[in-house]
């Protein structure tokens, strides 16, 4: 499960939820940069100008250049509130155009705060942090996103501090189901689209449940011992060694990489028709 690898927030520390339900309307409620910019080869993007595939940008560098820019060379009109790299692969096979611009942020859990409140709040100000420190225009959508394990008794896992700790984590989740929940969030660049504070924002929860087959102690030392656990929430990659232990997975499976993807183009879309011109088409260029 992916988290914002190199967040410049407060580790999560593990808690426990009351909840492990998305609550209800959560459709509207509730990291210095190195730029990266992806290009559509399919599904859906946000496009005015083209740029090659995996061009690479510094928006601080860029901000000190501006004024020898091409002004064909606009930024993207998508930008990522994470430095996660699994998130910037997702959108780039999925073709999307964009810059990256991490949020900064405490992710410490709230007193109380379900799962459900607590990656849903994440996510919305991780938007809404880079959406204002953007321009107003020309309009600008910002993801954010935020992907936690829920433990089968409802304890949230983060990602592990050491070695040990991963091992911990693990075993609280081998040879039972447990819940990856990520949050989404879209805002329009110059901070209160539509409102004050985060009435702007847009956000979905998508969960998905995980199967994991039982594994000894030794085992999972031995997975541990391959060093993807680290950046990682509940200390497993899906698309790595981590599926060793994967029995069944039921819902979004890039959910579980790090961002479900057919719902994060469907709150796009959405974003994109009440709040970018018409001109702008997240649809690609044929032709």
């Avoid at 510094?58 to 993207?76: C, F, I, L, T, W």
């Avoid at 796009?268 to 009440?274: F, K, N």
């Amino acid at each position: 499960m992916d988290g914002d690898d190199e967040a410049l927030g407060a580790s999560r520390s593990p808690s426990r939820g009351p909840s492990l339900s998305p609550s209800s309307g959560h459709g509207r409620h509730p990291e210095h940069a190195t730029p990266t910019r992806g290009c559509m080869a399919r599904g859906s993007a946000i496009l005015t100008r083209r740029a090659p595939l995996g061009t690479s940008r510094d928006v601080n560098r860029d901000r000190g250049n501006a004024k020898r820019r091409d002004p064909d060379q606009e930024s993207a009109r998508l930008v990522l509130a994470s430095a996660s790299p699994r998130r910037r692969e997702i959108l780039r096979e999925a073709g999307l155009l964009f810059d990256v611009l991490p949020a900064a942020l405490d992710e410490t859990p709230l007193p109380a705060e379900s799962p459900a409140a607590l990656v849903e709040r994440l996510a919305r100000e991780k938007a809404l942090d880079v959406a204002r420190r953007l321009p107003g225009s020309p309009a600008r959508l910002v993801l954010g996103s935020d992907t936690i394990v829920v433990a089968p008794d409802d304890r949230i896992l983060g990602k592990p501090r050491d070695a040990e700790h991963a091992v911990e984590q693990l075993a609280r989740i081998v040879g039972r189901w447990h819940q990856v929940m990520t949050a989404i969030a879209v805002a329009r660049s110059g901070g209160e689209a539509g409102g004050s504070g985060d009435a702007g924002t847009r956000s979905r929860i998508v969960v998905t449940r995980v199967e994991m087959r039982p594994a000894t102690r030794e085992e999972l030392a031995e997975y541990v011992a391959l060093g993807e656990s680290f950046d990682k929430a509940g200390g497993y990659a899906l698309q790595g060694g981590g599926s060793r232990f994967v029995l069944s997975v039921e819902g979004s499976r890039s959910n579980v990489i790090g961002l479900p993807l057919e719902e994060t183009l469907a709150l796009l879309e959405e974003a994109r028709r009440d709040w970018l011109e018409s001109s702008v088409s997240l649809l690609p260029e044929t032709g």
